[in-house]
């Protein structure tokens, strides 16, 4: 047996379990200090906001070519207004106006509290087909004490200005009917504009909740 191979083998018990003293960095080569950098991971968090009775929240900084993608947090988003939808738009000047082109689509799967009522559907009314208009993102919001949403949206490359821009959105959502929504959106901003700013909405009325910008590396 050589001398790598019993040294390895003195540190295990008869039970196949390593001993504490085998794991270091002089019997491990690869084993290294702890490195901070390695536990964040490579979401980075740019911005946060937080909406008290407000109509929207808008992200008008930090979106560039910084990163490839940028990924929106929602947590709690609670509606002032019973049976509306939580949705957003997109700028190619700012923030000065929101009425980017988009082509998507839209379904979800729902279960009433009750499970008397359940399905998987294409929720046609709440796609966009070359429209200007708010893309929905979670459907039937209730304004209950108890009730909210929460999810994310992911953007892919939006200073590109050779391609459009890609998204993908998963929220979910005790609604305003009693039923547990899971809503799935995916679509495409028709537009070779820099994307560089995003705003979030109810349908009608203000929300309360919190909502993270992250960029991905």
Known sequence: MGTITRSFANNITTSGVLLPASLTNNSIANVTAYNPAIATGNMVLLSTQTASNSASISFTTGINSTYKEYQFLFVDIHSRTDAVSFGFNASTDGGSNYNVTKTTNIFEVYNLETSSSFALSYESGSDLAQSTSDQKLCINNGSDADESNSGYLSLFNPASTTYVKHFI?????????????????????????????????????????????????
Request: glycine residues 8%; charged residues 5%.
């Open 169 to 217: 959105s998963v929220s979910n959502a005790n609604s305003a009917s009693n039923y547990c929504i899971n809503d799935f959106v995916a679509g495409y901003m028709n537009t070779t504009s820099a994307v560089n700013a995003v705003r979030f909405q109810m349908s009608s009325g203000n929300f309360d909740g919190t909502i993270l910008m992250y960029g991905i590396v």
